[in-house]
């Protein structure tokens, strides 16, 4: 496929944008149910990306939603690490550097706060994408991959 058009943004989001429930379908379709996850834990308020640190990303196309992905504190391994959590690239666009250049800027805003960051995946396809993200496999219960940002 061709690379992304000039009309790309990435950009901060402080409400979920109601074509959040297309790329939820999509993904449902594909097995993930990880946006519905998101979509329940934002609207109950658990889970909104706002705690210091914390941000969570929408990618747009010509004003189509077409990626979405989050950063947040690693509660499980403690101060200064974050988590990537809840990445999805809309189907049409994989493949076109759309996910590496949002988990490009994840870890930019990441590295402000955290000198670690981890994620969980259990697909080899999403595993091979974090390799390539400069990621590292660990064996961990709690993680698949991390990534060293700086010293900690």
């Known amino acids: ?23 939820e379908a999509q993904a449902v379709a594909e097995g993930f149910r990880f946006l519905t996850r998101l979509i329940t834990e934002w609207e109950d308020g658990s889970n909104r990306f706002d705690r210091p640190g914390e941000c969570f990303l ?65 697909t080899s396809e999403a595993a091979a994408f974090y390799l390539r993200c400069g990621f590292e496999q660990v064996a961990d219960d709690t993680a698949t991959h991390v990534k060293i940002l700086k010293n900690g």
């Open 1 to 23: 496929m061709s690379p992304l058009n000039a009309n790309v943004s990435i950009r901060k989001l402080e409400q979920l944008p109601v074509q959040i429930r297309v790329l």
């Open 58 to 122: 929408g990618m747009f196309c010509d004003g189509q939603l077409i990626a979405v992905g989050g950063l947040s504190c690693d509660l499980v391994a403690g101060s200064g690490v974050g988590r990537l959590r809840r990445v999805y690239v809309e189907r049409t666009y994989r493949g076109r550097q759309v996910g590496k250049a949002l988990v490009h800027q994840l870890l930019e805003n990441a590295a402000v706060h955290f000198h670690k960051v981890r994620l969980s995946t259990d």
